[in-house]
T-cell receptor, first 112, second 113 residues
Framework: SQKIEQNSEALNIQEGKTATLTCNYT??????LQWYRQDPGRGPVFLLLIRENEKEKRKERLKVTFDTTLKQSLFHITASQPADSATYLC???????????FGTGTRLQVFP | DGGITQSPKYLFRKEGQNVTLSCEQN?????MYWYRQDPGQGLRLIYY???????QKGDIAEGYSVSREKKESFPLTVTSAQKNPTAFYLCATQGGNMNTEAFFGQGTRLTVV
């Protein structure tokens, strides 16, 4: 079955730097890959979606890449701010099995 | 307001009891999901439904049951067969094409006492 791996350790960076989070998956490539933000005690909130035929997608300070050869997606936050501190989850939408599968998430901490 | 409503926010259960978590949506979405999240962990899929009166097991369905009698509602019952029910439960919906974002409720924190 499809497995999703995200950095289990927290990522600590200084304000203003670029944060890069990794999402790796096994087996076949999904039709779509999504990134979510989750704050403690809250439900995840959608950030970006990238399709398998897209290499890169941007939204303000966020950038997502999708490499189906490496079976990997990278999520970048440029000019990071303390308010960006949260857990970031990637999710795979297989497109035909009709279910959304989430990774374990990476906790990001941005220090002033 | 459009959205997803989960209730209650906090729920305490005695061992051996069944409890039902509510999830209601007014987004007119076809797909609904239930996930379980343990401390410091990701989301694990319990059950999902793409259409009324139909649902499928996810990765950790044992000890849980669901129903989808109405498009707006997808309640989850945590039965006494679930040995470790203490967790944060999240309900989500997704639009018709499956290539759209998922919307989440605020979650129910279930604790066994």
């Amino acid at each position: 079955s499809q497995k999703i791996e995200q950095n289990s350790e927290a990522l600590n960076i200084q304000e203003g730097k670029t944060a890069t989070l990794t999402c790796n998956y096994t087996n076949y490539s999904p039709a779509y890959l999504q990134w979510y933000r989750q704050d403690p005690g809250r439900g995840p909130v959608f950030l970006l979606l990238i399709r398998e035929n897209e290499k890169e997608k941007r939204k303000e300070r966020l950038k997502v890449t999708f490499d189906t050869t490496l079976k990997q997606s990278l999520f970048h936050i440029t000019a990071s701010q303390p308010a960006d501190s949260a857990t970031y989850l990637c999710a795979l939408d297989m497109g035909d099995t009709d279910k959304l599968i989430f990774g374990t998430g990476t906790r990001l901490q941005v220090f002033p | 307001d459009g959205g997803i409503t989960q209730s209650p926010k906090y729920l305490f259960r005695k061992e051996g009891q069944n409890v039902t978590l509510s999830c209601e949506q007014n987004l007119n979405h076809d797909a609904m999901y239930w996930y379980r999240q343990d401390p410091g962990q990701g989301l694990r899929l319990i059950y999902y439904s793409q259409i009324v009166n139909d649902f499928q097991k996810g990765d950790i369905a044992e000890g849980y049951s669901v129903s989808r009698e109405k498009k707006e509602s997808f309640p989850l019952t945590v039965t006494s067969a679930q040995k470790n029910p203490t967790a944060f439960y999240l309900c989500a919906t997704q639009g018709g094409n499956m290539n759209t974002e998922a919307f989440f409720g605020q979650g129910t924190r279930l604790t066994v006492v």
